[in-house]
Nanobody
Framework: QMQLVESGGGLVQPGGSLRLSCAAS????????MAWYRQAPGNQRELVASITRGYITNYADSVKGRFTISRDNTKKTTYLQMSDLKPEDTAVYYC????????WGRGTQVTVSS
């Protein structure tokens, strides 16, 4: 399984931006579809955005037009550029394969609040 380490979260005001990064281990990253997920307190983990090994992207309706997922295979890193953040985007954000593997990283906390 891939080891996944997320970073880049923090506290941001509504309307602000953040860029999350996810560093992966393993030699098969370039062949792997990747995704960002998030889990807010009291909620189930949900799929936010995905990117295939062929760079096809897909987004949840709630983030479409505000979030952009990308990948750099040379760095084995997946990114999530988030803009126009809203309080309802507050959650712990995780990256994983799509479909996800059982082993998750620690995630990175994103808090949107004034």
């Amino acid at each position: 399984q891939m080891q996944l380490v997320e970073s880049g979260g923090g506290l941001v005001q509504p309307g602000g931006s953040l860029r999350l990064s996810c560093a992966a281990s393993g030699s098969i990253f370039s062949l792997t579809n990747m995704a960002w997920y998030r889990q807010a307190p009291g909620n189930q983990r949900e799929l936010v955005a995905s990117i295939t090994r062929g760079y096809i992207t897909n987004y949840a309706d709630s983030v479409k037009g505000r979030f952009t997922i990308s990948r750099d295979n040379t760095k084995k890193t997946t990114y999530l550029q988030m803009s126009d953040l809203k309080p309802e985007d507050t959650a712990v954000y995780y990256c994983n394969r799509l479909p996800y593997q059982p082993q998750w990283g620690r995630g990175t906390q994103v808090t949107v609040s004034s």
